[in-house]
């Protein structure tokens, strides 16, 4: 193994084992104390040692209910908004593929003596179409 890969390795195993993990415990009483209003965000991360992205995040993982408790009204209407945008998402992108598909299929000329867009001979060709 090269010298620099070998170094690289190494730091990755170091900076790996320097990571703290948090009890959910720990991180609920945070969130609590940081929704209560007794602390402010900076005072928690100063007090704890943590990012205020970390907090931030620990806060959007407790109203969705990861720390064993109840979700949030809101973090549960949130999450259904983001279901529906992505069901209309993937709607809207089959109904164009589908819109695509049929005009494609409308322009080719017709090879096999079909004139009608339903693919079957046209009323004419019956001698008469509704009203006869």
Known sequence: MAG???????RKDLAMSNQRSFSIEF????????LSGESRPAQLC??????SSLLYHW???Y???KFNNEPTEEAALKDRVEK???LVGKLTL???????GLQASLSQPRKNGKSSPNGGPSSAAFGGGVNS
């Open 59 to 61: 806060k959007r993982q």
């Open 46 to 51: 100063r007090r704890y040692n943590i990012s």
């Open 84 to 86: 529906l945008e992505r």
């Open 27 to 34: 991180k609920r009483q945070i969130v609590q104390e940081f």
């Open 63 to 65: 109203s969705r209910g």
């Open 94 to 100: 089959e109904n164009e593929f589908l819109k695509k």
């Open 4 to 10: 620099s890969e070998y170094n690289h390795r190494r």
